[in-house]
């Protein structure tokens, strides 16, 4: 049961931007999108987040449409060591409580 | 400061066995968290904590056990393990209660448990 849609694979030229889309048309109004990725077999790594503005730290950036159902998280740069899989994650409720869980996000693979 | 570390780093069990996969966090984390990842597939939740003495259920709690007695510590249990428990088990903490609607902070990963029941 996604909250979110991510193409399953995508392809970036070293030194270029890797834009990576997510759909969350879902996405309840006071809830925050995040991006984690994962390196090879390693435990997830935060990378960022976002509630309605853009967003931007050391790692990417997150923009963010103003009707809030999709985002696109900008590696401005991207190097082989980005090669990884990325999660766009909108939290779920279930219950009382809200869960935090991932969907199979995309594959970037950064090639030389 | 370590971090989530997590042990062992990888385990063989035998249908029907039952072990213990450690979990814990030096960062005074009130929240924790177990994932599995099955190949080709995201994490999916099994079961969280938002603090010593509250467990609540994820995604896929079937076949596991919770507790968690202390802050740093959050033990997962396989009962009787079956071959469909085969997967990468990862733990996760964060400072926030990421139950809570609207709250917000990153988690942490430890490096994994890698399970194969035979």
């Known amino acids: 049961d996604a909250k979110t849609t991510q193409p399953p694979s995508m392809d970036c030229a070293e030194g270029r931007a890797a834009n990576l889309p997510c759909n969350h048309s879902?996405?309840?109004?006071?809830?925050?999108v995040y991006w984690y990725r994962q390196i090879h077999s390693q435990g997830p790594q935060y990378i960022i987040h976002g509630l309605k503005n853009n967003e931007t730290n050391e790692m990417a950036s997150l923009i963010i449409t103003e009707d809030r159902k999709s985002s696109t998280l900008i590696l401005p740069h991207a190097t082989l060591r980005d090669t990884a899989v990325y999660y766009c994650i909108v939290r779920v409720r279930g219950g009382s409580n809200y869960k935090l869980t991932f969907g199979k996000g995309t594959l970037l693979t950064v090639n030389p | 400061n370590a971090g989530v570390t997590q042990t062992p780093k990888f385990q063989v069990l035998k249908t029907g066995q039952s072990m213990t996969l450690q979990c814990a966090q030096d960062m005074n984390h009130e929240y924790m968290s177990w994932y599995r990842q099955d190949p080709g597939m995201g994490l999916r939740l099994i079961h969280y904590s938002v603090g010593a003495g509250i467990t609540d259920q994820g995604e896929v709690p079937n076949g596991y056990n919770v507790s968690r007695s202390t802050t740093e510590d959050f033990p997962l249990r396989l009962l009787s393990a079956a071959p469909s428990q085969t997967s990468v088990y990862f733990c996760a903490s964060s400072y926030s209660n990421l139950a809570v609607e609207g709250s917000y902070n990153e988690q942490f990963f430890g490096p994994g448990t890698r399970l194969t029941v035979l």
């Open positions: 879902t996405i309840s109004g006071n809830e925050y």
